[in-house]
């Protein structure tokens, strides 16, 4: 298996999708909602990219958008373009949804909840099974997950300030993460005791 799972930051990422249709616009709404830079061309624009901030390009403007973007979408229908714009994307970013394999960049499955973004991807053999498996992992994650995850973080914030070592920091997160104490608070949705109490442990008050 030759490809990696990496998190790419998209704010002021400038991406050009090839396309307009299902797609595209779905690649389009996922840039857009995390901060890129959007053009697209092709035929027709839903209201809903415009009012994010999406461009409609006609196609013949293909090599300035290949030019001025850092990553190029190619999922448009018409072959013939499809392939033009991936041989001139070299040096680019590129996701090719017709071909994933034949880009370098592949945008799976992915989803929310809470502030936690999970993805997974098949290595192109079941989309089905993706779909299958979040709904899997959405059904056994908890609100009690999600608030854990917040109280680390920021149990992580106060220790940085008032920890050096590492690995004492890395102790304490493990200390918090066990306490029975924080974990009944959570499930009581007393996320302000907690914190009181994360900050009273690690000043050595309790």
Not at 29 to 47: C, W
Not at 125 to 146: F, G, H, T, V, Y
Not at 160 to 171: C, W
């Amino acid at each position: 298996m030759d490809w990696t799972s990496l998190y790419l930051k998209t704010s002021d990422l400038n991406v050009f999708i090839l396309g307009t249709g299902e797609v595209a616009t779905r690649r389009a709404n996922r840039f857009l909602d995390h901060g890129a830079n959007v053009r697209l061309a092709g035929t027709s624009l839903s209201e809903e990219l415009e009012n994010k901030g999406a461009v409609l390009f006609s196609t013949q403007d293909v090599d300035e958008l290949v030019e001025w973007s850092d990553l190029v979408v190619v999922a448009s229908g018409n072959e013939e373009l499809s392939e033009y714009v991936a041989g001139i994307s070299e040096g680019k970013l590129l996701n090719r949804a017709d071909y994933p394999q034949e880009g370098c960049v592949i945008v799976p499955t992915s989803f929310n909840i809470g502030e936690i973004e999970i993805s997974i991807f098949t290595n192109g053999k079941s989309p089905l099974m993706a779909r299958q498996l979040r709904k899997k992992i959405q059904s056994i994650i908890s609100e009690e997950d999600i608030l854990e995850i917040e109280l680390q973080d920021y149990a992580r914030s106060i220790l940085k300030e008032t920890v050096n070592d590492q690995k004492e920091r890395r102790e304490y997160l493990y200390q918090i993460f066990e306490d029975e104490k924080i974990n009944d608070l959570i499930k009581n949705n007393q996320i302000d005791e907690a914190k009181d109490y994360i900050d009273n442990l690690i000043r050595g008050l309790e």
